[in-house]
T-cell receptor, first 113, second 115 residues
Framework: EPEVTQTPSHQVTQMGQEVILRCVPI?????FYWYRQILGQKVEFLVS????????KSEIFDDQFSVERPDGSNFTLKIRSTKLEDSAMYFCASGRGGNQPQHFGDGTRLSIL | AQKVTQAQTEISVVEKEDVTLDCVYETRDTTYYLFWYKQPPSGELVFLIRRNSFDEQNEISGRYSWNFQKSTSSFNFTITASQVVDSAVYFCALTGRNRDDKIIFGKGTRLHILP
């Protein structure tokens, strides 16, 4: 069964550095999402992306964050200047829309030192 | 606004006991979808079930069962004859009817199954 893949599984970065988290959604999906889960807390929506533009973003998704679908297969989340509080598990998801469920990747654990 | 409440932060039961995880939701949509996800210690989100708002039939899958009660806005999850491998954090979640609707998660219930 096709699945959403995320790389790397764990990323360690110094505070202030830029980080790019990568996702390969399921190939016939049109809707893409990033979610964040700070350790021990709930999963929170960051951003949704459709037709090469952001559909919706949460208040967490400030100017330090950006998303891109650079080549028709990858879907990336960039954090420009990381802060300690960006340490979290980041989940990518994709879906076909309508009443079809979103499929989640296994997540990237981001640790900011 | 949409909201999911899981009042039980943490539950511990002895193996083979039955356990019910509670979920209450709020939404103004008439069409919506409810989910349960399992998050084992390895961290990934494992999809368990999706139920749409028009289908109030209870569902059973092996040792798992779900009770959807629209009248009380609840979507409770029961594990029968629990096993140690059921130890995980369980999230109830909600999404609306629009194509690109985000999923709103509850805070999760951490379930410990004691041997």
């Amino acid at each position: 069964e096709p699945e959403v893949t995320q790389t790397p599984s764990h990323q360690v970065t110094q505070m202030g550095q830029e980080v790019i988290l990568r996702c390969v959604p399921i190939s016939n999906h049109l809707y893409f999402y990033w979610y964040r889960q700070i350790l021990g807390q709930k999963v929170e929506f960051l951003v949704s992306f459709y037709n090469n533009e952001i559909s919706e973003k949460s208040e967490i998704f400030d100017d330090q964050f950006s998303v891109e679908r650079p080549d028709g297969s990858n879907f990336t989340l960039k954090i420009r200047s990381t802060k300690l509080e960006d340490s979290a598990m980041y989940f990518c998801a994709s879906g076909r829309g309508g009443n079809q469920p979103q499929h989640f990747g296994d997540g990237t654990r981001l640790s900011i030192l | 606004a949409q909201k999911v409440t899981q009042a039980q932060t943490e539950i511990s039961v002895v193996e083979k006991e039955d356990v019910t995880l509670d979920c209450v939701y709020e939404t103004r949509d008439t069409t919506y979808y409810l989910f349960w996800y399992k998050q084992p210690p390895s961290g990934e989100l494992v999809f368990l079930i999706r139920r749409n708002s028009f289908d109030e039939q209870n569902e059973i899958s092996g040792r798992y069962s779900w009770n959807f009660q629209k009248s009380t806005s609840s979507f409770n999850f029961t594990i029968t004859a629990s096993q140690v491998v059921d130890s995980a954090v369980y999230f109830c979640a909600l999404t609306g009817r629009n194509r690109d609707d985000k999923i709103i998660f509850g805070k999760g219930t951490r379930l410990h199954i004691l041997p």
